[in-house]
């Protein structure tokens, strides 16, 4: 088992199978991965197309079951909750970004990011969303609805919205992959600065290597199987 | 299009559920129109037939032509009985019967007879073209007594305001045309038009014979100083109590028109029926627009369950946005609906010849409203539930969907229960709940059924041959596939045929029955009041002139029933089919032997010369109706006196042979010495050619005036023409589920339309030309479209036979033609809605499209 970490696991992970498709078509995607990743750490999850980084990262989010192992979050064992205690359970603990942004089209920034807050129950969510989406630098956008705002405005208020409820672990994947690279760059510091003001564990999927780089771990996947694991 | 924000401090699922409607109210039109249509067929059935009955009821003393009415058949009323009606009130004596009106040159027209006293009308106002005075109108001139008639009466024969017409032996003088009277309603269907004359006109035709069929009615206007309801009722049973053995037919104000009052609830009750179906139609539309809704919110739900969503409550937020669906279109549906009793009152008011009062009826509307939201919860809960169980991980890639399933237990319960107390509401607010309740059961059924051919379809296709041709093994491969339109496509089309084709054999049949050919051995005429003592003349005269002819004669009285097993008329709970029997006085005959065109069921018929305790034979259906059984006695007031008889025996009656038959028919020795006129038939072989009954009707009528001649094709017009009106009425709210259909199948073809675009994009560029895409698009509607046309025949001519045989009563011919029509019809539209789409998906680009796929 790789540990990096004295610190006691954000993210344990022990004996992860998992397949996808059925019949011929069945693939074999995450196989074996044992690893453990420590509380407030920022691991960069690196590999080519088809390795089964994303896959992984929905596994530590409880999107996707695995077959075989364990899965435990924040010192809880994801796979004794059923999918309505993981929804509730990811909503106050697991803060999500993904490529494609998805904002909901119909809700304001502000309505998008207070989302998570209000599901969760939180006293004053539009107070938290709007001094989130201060922080990203959109305090002027914020009655915009995504339709109205650019590619990198909408993945900071997709930001907010994963930075709001203040989760323990924050997953992020391909974060800047729609972007060009300024406002991935943007992005990107602001990810790390959420990061290091609120002591969140950061695993960023990515194919930017020199986004990897600003990780303090960076986990190898090829062909389903962990590959390397090291300091950047 | 969008929607206004709840206000704050509202749940979250209220607050999330309108925040996403503020996108607007795309892919919820058909939604919305479906419970709009449905909706608003019953809202508006429910107001006009409560504006009618409202009508009825405010207009009940000019209807009924007093605060009360006393009818009595065949006879005046006795000195006792009018001493009795005159300390209570002002009294107004009208005679009622059928007659033959005779021009000079010979021209004949049957005429319903009115002869009025001075008082007459005590409500409600006679009009006159010209004039304005009915006494100096009917008063007598010159030694001839004056009428005034219906303007079809003057039209029909040729009469101008100073022209004469013989009735009996009497010459009347027609002094104006009657364009309004205001008591019409209460005497019901008439065969003829209206010839209103006075008391003394009718004395002088002599057709007031001992056993003539005449009604007499003395309306009662109550003294001003107590015009209540109660001093009514008080007064109705009063005479009852003191009057036992008059024998007549009591209406107050609040009464005045019972049979109508119940025709129209009957008709409403079909017609409501009719509107469920819409109803029901259309939640097929709102099964499939909530299903394609949530198709489309997929990725906003699997961003809800990551963001921390539990299924529950994704579940809520869409149930209130499909809640607010189904408000929106019952709001529509009910506005429409109050509304019509105003428009029909003010574009056909005066062409419908019942008093309408337009007024909003909450009740009605509340009932339609629940109708509304029942419907679109049964149709909405299975495709919610699965909303449930949309996983986060559709975030991430599409193929984590699990194959399509059902919802959860709770949601298949929920169903059931929302479909339960739908039926439940059908049944338990119906006049016949029999009725509802086979319409209960044939819906379900045929939703079964159509699901059960839409699976053996894709069932076939699936294990068709391997088509040569490309276009057809298209078409057979999109049959079949996942998330193809078949099911769909079968339910809404079939359910459209089969309505349509039920609507058109209906339609069909009972014009059929009433206008086009008369049963073989139907009779040219009927003869009433043939004077008992003129029968044998009359036979001979008439055999004389028709020597081929068939030609029957009975004598006939009028009776009521008074009890039945010792239960009093009014406390008999009768079907709905036996219950005419009770509402007036009917016809009546004693017989030697078994009636033709009727045959005995059970018991025994009474031996020729009985002369023992009256004995009465029952028409079996009938008497199943009112509980009877052999045996029981049933007292029946015959010209003022009861006279009870025990049943001897059943008989199945053939009504539609036209022939002379009656629900009772007596012992002779019943009625030994009470005075009675004959009823004869006169059926020529193959059905009289108009010249022969032409003769025939101005023979009888010149040697005997007193006899009454109804010519049956004439009769049956005038029902054939009030039937006509009734099918438009059907018509009209079958028009509306059509429409429902209609829209449920555009809704369905235009959510498969973004698979069409895709599948055509990447069709087109591996090769397939438009030509060959069109072929395979068209022939895949044709065979769904053939198929389901096929199903909808039969099932739409079975539903028709049962309605026709079961309900009607009435004897059912299939008409091939306009079925095959309609079939055809249909299949065309569903070809043509279809392509429309298909020629959208044929002109996109394809490189655009796949940029974005």
């Avoid at chain 2, 209103?196 to 056993?211: D, K, V």
């Amino acid at each position: 088992m790789n540990d990096f970490s004295q610190t006691k696991p954000a993210i344990a992970l022990a004996g992860i199978n998992l397949t996808l498709g059925q019949g011929a078509n069945r693939v074999h995607i995450l196989k074996d991965i044992d690893l453990n990743i420590g509380t407030g750490g920022t691991v960069g999850l690196v590999g080519p197309s088809g390795s089964g980084k994303s896959t992984l990262l929905m596994v530590m989010a409880g999107l996707e079951r695995p077959d075989t192992g364990s899965v435990a979050v924040a010192g809880h064992e994801l796979q004794k909750l059923d999918e309505d205690a993981l929804a509730r359970f990811r909503g106050r603990n697991i803060g999500i970004v993904f490529q494609s942004f998805h904002l909901i089209p119909t809700m304001t920034a502000l309505e998008n990011v207070a989302v998570p807050l209000e599901l969760a129950g939180a006293a004053a969510p539009e107070k938290t969303a709007r001094d989130e989406l201060a922080a990203v630098g959109l305090a002027d956008r914020v009655n915009h609805y995504p339709a109205e705002l650019s590619g990198g405005e909408q993945q900071r208020v997709a930001l907010a919205r994963a930075l709001a409820p203040n989760p323990a672990v924050l997953l992020a994947d391909e974060p800047t992959g729609n972007l060009d690279e300024e406002t991935g760059k943007q992005i990107v510091d602001l990810l790390f600065a959420g990061h290091a003001r609120r002591g969140t564990t950061l695993i960023l999927v990515t194919h930017d290597q020199a986004l990897a780089a600003r990780c303090g771990r960076i986990v190898h996947l090829r062909s389903g199987r962990i590959d390397g694991d090291g300091t950047a | 299009m969008s929607v206004a924000l709840p206000a704050r401090g509202s749940s979250i699922a209220m607050r999330f559920a309108f925040r996403e409607l503020r996108g607007g109210l795309r892919g919820f039109y058909v939604f919305i129109a479906c419970i709009a249509l449905g909706v608003m067929a019953i809202a508006g059935i429910g107001s006009v037939a409560g504006s009618l009955a409202e009508g009825l009821a405010r207009q009940g003393q000019v209807i009924l032509g007093g605060d009360l009415s006393f009818t009595l058949v065949q006879r005046e009323a006795t000195a006792q009985e009018m001493t009795f009606l005159k300390r209570r009130g002002e009294v107004s004596t009208a005679a009622t019967m059928r007659a033959m009106a005779r021009t000079a040159d010979g021209r004949t027209a049957l005429v319903e007879l009115k002869a009025v006293d001075s008082n007459y009308p005590l409500f409600g106002r006679i009009e006159l073209t010209p004039g304005d005075s009915l006494p100096d109108a009917l008063a007598m001139r010159d030694g001839v007594y004056g009428a005034v008639a219906d303007p079809t009466l003057m039209t029909r024969l040729d009469l101008k305001p100073g022209a004469r017409v013989t009735i009996g032996s009497a010459t009347l003088e027609i002094r104006a045309a009657l364009t309004n009277e205001p008591d019409k309603l209460a005497g019901g269907i008439g065969f003829g038009p209206r010839l209103l004359t006075s008391e003394a006109a009718l004395r002088a035709t002599g057709l007031l014979q001992p056993g003539s069929l005449v009604h007499w009615h003395y309306r009662l206007k109550l003294p001003a100083d107590d015009t209540t309801d109660n001093a009514a009722n008080t007064v109705a049973s009063a005479a009852r109590a003191q009057l036992p053995q008059a024998g007549w037919d009591i209406r107050t104000r609040r009464n005045a028109t019972p049979r109508l009052e119940r025709d129209v609830e009957r008709f409403t009750e079909f017609l409501t029926i009719v509107g469920l179906t819409a109803l029901l139609v259309g939640g097929v539309g709102v099964g499939n627009a909530v299903k394609g809704h949530l198709d489309r919110k997929r990725e906003t739900i699997a961003t809800f369950k990551a963001l921390g969503a539990d299924g529950a409550r994704v579940f809520s937020i869409y149930l209130v946005q499909i809640l607010a669906m189904a408000l929106i279109g019952s709001a529509i549906g009910i506005a429409i609906g109050a509304a019509l009793p105003y428009v029909i009152a003010a574009l056909f008011g005066a062409m419908i010849p019942l008093p309408i009062d337009p007024s909003f009826h909450p009740g009605e509307l509340a009932l339609a409203l629940l109708y509304g939201l029942l419907t679109a919860v049964a149709f909405a809960l299975w495709p919610l539930g699965r909303a449930q169980d949309i996983p986060a991980g559709a975030l991430f890639r599409d193929t984590v969907a699990p194959a399509p399933r059902g919802p959860r237990r709770i949601y298949m319960a929920g169903t059931m229960l929302a479909i339960a107390a739908l039926a439940a509401l059908a049944v338990a607010l119906a006049y016949d709940r029999r009725v509802a309740a086979i319409y209960v059961g044939v819906a379900v059924a045929v939703f079964v059924l159509l699901r059960l051919v839409a699976a053996a379809l894709m069932l076939i296709a699936r294990h068709a041959p391997r088509a040569r041709s490309t276009a057809l093994r298209m078409a057979v491969a999109n049959i079949h596939r996942p998330s193809a339109l078949t099911p769909t496509v079968v339910l809404s089309l079939g359910l459209g045929i089969a309505l349509l084709v039920t609507v058109i054999e209906i339609d069909g049949t009972l014009r059929k029955q009433f206008t086009a050919a008369l049963p073989e051995k139907a009779p040219s005429f009927y003869f009433l009041d043939i004077p008992s003592d003129q029968a044998a003349r009359f036979d001979t005269f008439v055999r004389q002139r028709a020597p081929d002819a068939i030609y029957e004669e009975v004598p006939m009285l009028r009776g009521r029933i008074v009890s039945a097993n010792g239960v009093a008329a009014e406390n008999i709970n009768p079907s709905a089919d036996a219950a005419w029997v009770l509402q007036s006085d009917r016809g009546i005959t004693y017989a030697n032997d078994v009636p033709r065109g009727s045959r005995l069921v059970e018991g025994q018929w009474w031996k020729p010369g009985y002369d023992g305790p009256p004995l009465v034979s029952f028409e079996k259906r009938i008497a199943d109706g009112l509980h009877l059984k052999l045996g029981d006695p049933i007292t029946v007031n015959v010209l003022g006196r009861n006279i009870t008889a025990r049943i001897a025996n059943l008989r199945l009656v053939d009504w539609q042979s036209l022939g002379i038959n009656f629900v009772m028919v007596f012992s002779p020795n019943s009625f030994r010495g009470a005075p009675h006129t004959h009823l004869a038939t006169l059926a020529y072989p193959g059905g009289g050619t108009p010249a022969q009954e032409g003769a025939m009707i101005k023979a009888v009528a010149g040697a005997f005036p007193m006899v009454t001649t109804v010519r049956v094709k004439e009769a049956l017009d005038a029902i054939g023409s009030l039937i006509s009106n009734l099918v438009l009425a059907i018509d009209g709210a079958s028009a509306i589920t059509l429409l429902a259909a209609a829209l449920v199948l555009g809704g369905a073809l235009a959510a498969g339309h973004q698979h069409r675009v895709y599948d055509a994009v990447i069709l087109k560029t591996l090769g397939a030309t438009r030509a060959m895409l069109l072929a395979a698009y068209g022939l895949e509607y044709l065979l769904l479209g053939v198929a389901t046309a096929f199903f909808g025949v039969v099932s739409g001519s079975l539903a028709a036979w049962l309605i026709v045989t079961d309900l009607m009563h009435l004897r059912f011919s299939w008409l091939p033609m306009p079925a095959l029509i309609a079939a055809g019809g249909a299949i065309i539209v569903t070809i043509g809605l279809g392509l429309i789409g298909t020629f959208a998906a044929l002109g996109r680009k394809p490189a655009a499209v796949l940029r974005n796929l």
